[in-house]
């Protein structure tokens, strides 16, 4: 196995691989709370003028579901959380939003053909109206060569 620090490659293998796998667990099904059931007994007693029925119930079941862990090799990912849509474009997200890498977006701002840009700080920003801009530029650009 090549040393990744000397090649520049990912070794192929890890040492989570190389570990011997385990039979997988047995997990306990989960028990949904449509299938508990309670019991109730139901007991007449007689009076001389009426008729009483009591109900004793046992106690309800808590509906508990079992979570299997995870095995070495899996890795679990947790799903985004997505916030509420911006008023501005990062770089990264114009980016993603149009479909180009942020590669060829620097390419494009070098040569002057990039949408406008808005600093706040340090950080860059596109509105949405200069990439609207952006695109219509870009399109007339396209026919105006055909």
Known sequence: ????????????????TLRRSRPPRQSKPE???????????TTTAETTST???TEAK????????TRTT????????????????TAVFSIASFCLAHGISEAFYFKLREQGQGPREMRLGSRVFITHESAER????????TTAAE
């Open 31 to 41: 028990i949904k709370a449509s299938e508990t059931t309670t019991t109730a007994e």
């Open 1 to 16: 196995m090549a040393r990744p620090e000397i090649s520049g490659r990912k070794p192929r293998t890890t040492a989570v």
């Open 134 to 141: 952006w695109r219509l530029e870009r399109e007339i650009a």
């Open 51 to 53: 008729e009483t029925v």
């Open 70 to 85: 995870p095995r070495i090799n899996e890795t679990v990912t947790s799903p985004r959380i997505r916030g509420p849509p």
């Open 58 to 65: 046992a106690p309800e079941v808590e509906a508990v579901a």
